[in-house]
């Protein structure tokens, strides 16, 4: 004979697996996280911290190459235009070395133009003046190049 509970817990949905292991919820013994076994839970965001922190450090190191990139064509340009200058006929290396100094004062920052300087060389029998730059690298925190770039601009001498 059949008691009222007995009959009340037959008609619950969930009764059919009466006998199987776990709770009415379905969580197996000794499964703290009530899921299937090798349920990624929680696993997106895991991922997410690790692919957002790789494409974090890809940007940075971008960043950084740009712009080492951009200060050395600056430090070249400038370089350059102080040879052509101090190249002249009516002027001499010293005016070049000035001109790049004020350039690249312009258009980086002061601190780039400290160590500017000019010569007279000889490149195949032809006097040049080469205008050479040494300047900072800036570096993003410790990644990046480490010391100075230096950069030469060259011109023939009109008077030879």
Not at 106 to 119: I, W, Y
């Amino acid at each position: 004979m059949r008691t009222s509970d007995e009959d009340q817990h037959e008609d619950e949905p969930g009764d059919e697996h009466e006998g199987e292991p776990g709770d009415e919820h379905g969580h197996e013994p000794g499964d703290e996280h009530g899921g299937e076994p090798g349920d990624e839970h929680g696993a997106a965001v895991a991922d997410f911290v690790l692919v957002s922190t790789l494409v974090l450090v890809l940007l940075v190191a971008v960043l950084q190459l740009g712009l080492a990139l951009h200060i050395r064509n600056t430090l070249i340009s400038c370089a350059s235009e102080g040879a052509r200058l101090g190249a002249r006929a009516d002027s001499t290396p010293a005016a070049g070395a000035a001109r790049t100094r004020e350039l690249a004062a312009a258009s980086l920052s002061p601190r780039f133009a400290r160590d500017v300087s000019a010569v007279v060389t000889t490149a195949g029998g032809v006097e040049v003046v080469a205008v050479r730059v040494r300047a900072p690298l800036p570096v993003i925190g410790l990644l990046g190049p480490d010391g100075d770039l230096a950069v030469v601009g060259r011109a023939f001498r009109e008077r030879q």
